[in-house]
């Protein structure tokens, strides 16, 4: 069984500063990693994936993600935030393709984003 | 990046009436299309999975004969929801896959049973 956590329901944080949003996984293969954002009443945009290679994914919009396996996190950042960045992040996960898992992800709860001036 | 189109982006229908909600790939053969809902303020719940030709595999604790998913080409799956009751009111979104390791979603479709 796969599965990810996202601890934090709201991470708010001031325009110009570092956000983090954190997400950890849990998947009984290799894992594939995704970051999407929602913005209201719309679909899920892509930002990022970690598939293999490095640990640190760069993504859209300047955002990325550092896969760590020990920690089994797969937290997002941003070096300097935007008002415009204000959305619900969901981090997901899919298990190794070899498994038979398919492109069947799972979502973690999501955590919404507030960017203040 | 590959586009999916949902339509349509929202509805409203009358307590007993049937809905019909489109998926399709715009410019990529989808062998596999999803299908979830959201709750407000909620993540999303995959309610099935459907590959080409064959039947969907619903997810436990989805009602088959309620959420009708038909995916009669590569590039187009629907989700028919029947007899739609106020319960059924939510935010359906799809997406697609064609073998790789990413999905695209469409941008949703907003129900509300009246």
């Known amino acids: 069984a796969q599965s990810v956590a996202q601890p934090e329901d709201q991470v708010n944080v001031a325009e110009g500063n570092p956000l983090t949003v954190k997400c950890t996984y849990s998947v009984s293969g290799n894992p594939y990693l995704f970051w999407y954002v929602q913005y209201p009443n719309r679909g899920l945009q892509f930002l990022l994936k970690?598939?293999?290679?490095?640990?640190l994914v760069k993504g859209s919009y300047g955002f990325e993600a550092e896969f760590n396996k020990s920690q089994t996190s797969f937290h997002l950042k941003k070096p300097s935030a935007l008002v415009s960045d204000s959305a619900l992040y969901f981090c997901a996960v899919r298990d190794d393709i070899l498994t038979g898992g398919g492109n069947k992800l799972t979502f973690g709860t999501g955590t919404q984003l507030k960017v203040e001036l | 990046g590959a586009v999916v189109s949902q339509h349509p982006s929202w509805v409203i229908c009358k307590s007993g009436t049937s809905v019909k909600i489109e998926c399709r790939s715009l410019?990529?053969?989808?062998?596999?299309m999803f299908w979830y809902r959201q709750f407000p303020k909620q993540s999303l719940m995959l309610m099935a999975t459907?590959?080409?030709?064959?039947?969907?595999?619903?997810e436990q604790g989805v009602e088959k004969d309620k959420f009708l998913i038909n995916h009669a080409s590569l590039t187009l799956s629907t989700l028919t929801v029947t007899s739609a009751h106020p319960e059924d009111s939510s935010f359906y979104i799809c997406?697609?896959?064609?073998?790789?390791?990413?999905?695209?979603f469409g941008q949703g479709t907003r129900l509300t049973v009246v």
């Open positions: 997406s697609a896959a064609a073998g790789g390791t990413e999905a695209f």
């Open positions: 970690y598939i293999t290679g490095d640990n």
């Open positions: 410019d990529f053969q989808a062998t596999t």
């Open positions: 459907s590959n080409e030709g064959s039947k969907a595999t619903y």
